[in-house]
């Protein structure tokens, strides 16, 4: 052991003696550093308040107008809630504000109305950050054309301040709300006003959207889309500003509960709890707006039915029920509205349209059963001629249910995973599918769905619906062709459908002499890129499987039989549809397009359907007459044609 201090003989010495270094400008330098630290944290404590914009990563409105008192002025509304209201324009350098938003969700989720976006090729949303204001590309994800609510989707993955949802279902006439929208140049636009009814019906552009509040704060066309607030910072409802008989503005705004029932399948909003009322505003009417606030309380057991109903009371200011009802319900009347008495005199709005009901996953009953009917009807259609079921399934997301491409590729992905593999397993089973040639195509159909994929981000929804109508009308035209030449068609089914899906030459199986195919390709990298490629491209722009369009190319080019080209096409479909659902998956997910949960419960509704309905298409092709078959199919498709190229 070696001692501190002077040593003897070969010993070292240990000169390092703590006592001796010079220790008081290092203790200065951190008493220093101490001090300029607490003086920074009692700097930030006194002043984090005014600042009027927000950085957090998953804060509301309401939280940050609540963060550090119980009883807010009306004041801080007017700089608490602008940073959660977005303007909306059309791409490019120069585009101008077309309305405002509401941010609804930390990941960038605007409402917003549909008006204001439906004739945009492009989509961008102007933030104010601390940076000034930034403008983000966006994209629709659904859209409720019945009550002119549109929701997009921001293309960032960074976090914003957004709305929780107010209780509308139980606000009262004559409560204090206030409207913000966003100017041209990102100044905020503000007014405060009061509800002037709450089922309020409006007629503009030849339809009628009920279910609307009535309100005098909106007075400009800059607060259109943009959130109608209650003075606890919650959202009421997305403004509609209309310009009225004598040439003003008149004031509407969608109910919030109206935005969660049609949305929450997509977006988990955030919904409003009890507050304290802002100072200088109408105590009574902002009173009974947090009573219907107030999250749900359990009744202890022993205060039973009464208990119940006491609460019950407290909410809707009814009387006793009469013997035989345990609750007080609004009795309905026309338009599915009832209307209770409000403590202050006003009235209640009770929509039973959007009250809520039994759901799955978040999505209405309705909901659930017409998506798996559209699914139904997609197995059957592709079932019945092995082709036009995907058509069917995207144009039907897309006009029915008001979906956007960047939500229904993945779906459609995933669906085609399923779907196909195991169509793929019962045709390699059977010995159909020839995997020389499908391991040479593979890796084109892989490369094309990548590139498509990333082609149809760019173009947009609005050219997406264009192409689905041009190539169902054509899918039409064909079937109407062949049904008007029908008794130029072969003896048999096989030989019927065969000639409509690729052409009439003899199956390779039978030994008869083979035709020459319409377009003669050398073997080699040019003929699989030609046989695969145009399979992907076509299923990574439209969402389809693209079997539609692999199936005559085995049979044109590829010489394949109609019974291999199907199987070839199946184990195609399934590779490029899991090559789909990875990269709209990373790409989405990586570039904040999507939430992963959405699209995958999508799915799930889907692939049931789609899978029965293959079954029930395979077995009515055995059953129906080649005629029947091809007319069923041309009404479909004409359908789908009209609906994308001509319908509003």
Known sequence: MIETGETTGDLPRNTIVFCKRPWKLPVAVMAVLVSLTFAWGAYVMNTYEEDDLFSGDDMTVTQFLFRSVAQPDVRRLYYSVPPAVVGVSGGGVNAVVQGSGALVGANGYVLTTLHTVANLPQIEIHVSTGRGVQRFPAQIVKTEPAHDLALLKMMSPERFLHFRLAPTQGMAVGQPVFAFGQGMRGNPVIRQGGLIATDAPLSSGGMTISHLLRTDAVYSWEQNGGPLVNA????????????????GIEGFAIPAHIALAHFQDVLKFKMGGRAVAPQGTNQQAVGMAQQNAAAPQAVPAAAGAAGWWSKAKAQVGGQAPAPGYGVNVALPTAGGIGLINAPNGGQLLFDRDHSGGLRIAGYPLADVFGLALLALAAGITGGMMTMGGGVLQVAGMMAFFGYGMYLIRPVAFLTN??????????????????????????????????????????????????????????????AVHEIAYADRAPGTKADALDAFIGD???????????????IDIPEGHLRSAVLGLPMGLVSGIL????????????????????????????????????????VSFTHGISRGLIDWQAPIVLALLMIPGAYAGGILGAKLMRALPVVTLKSIYAVIMAAIAVKMLFAS
């Open 504 to 518: 009439d030459a003899p199956d390779q199986k039978t030994g008869e002499a083979e035709a020459k195919p319409a």
């Open 417 to 478: 995973v399923a779907v196909y593999g195991a169509a793929s397993l019962r045709n390699s089973k059977a010995g159909l599918v020839e995997w020389d040639k499908v391991k040479k195509l593979a890796p084109w159909g892989v490369a094309g769905v990548v590139l498509g994929y990333f082609l149809g981000n760019a173009m947009g929804d609005g050219s997406i619906a264009i192409l689905l109508g041009v190539f169902a009308m054509a899918m039409a035209m064909k």
């Open 543 to 582: 969402g389809i499987s693209g079997g539609v369009i692999e199936v005559p190319l085995q049979r044109y080019i590829g010489r394949t039989s109609l019974q291999n080209a199907i199987a070839n096409s199946s184990v195609l479909v399934f590779w490029a549809s899991v090559a789909g659902t990875l």
């Open 232 to 247: 606890q910072g919650e959202l009421v409802g997305i403004n509609i500003a209309v310009k009225g008989p004598s040439g």
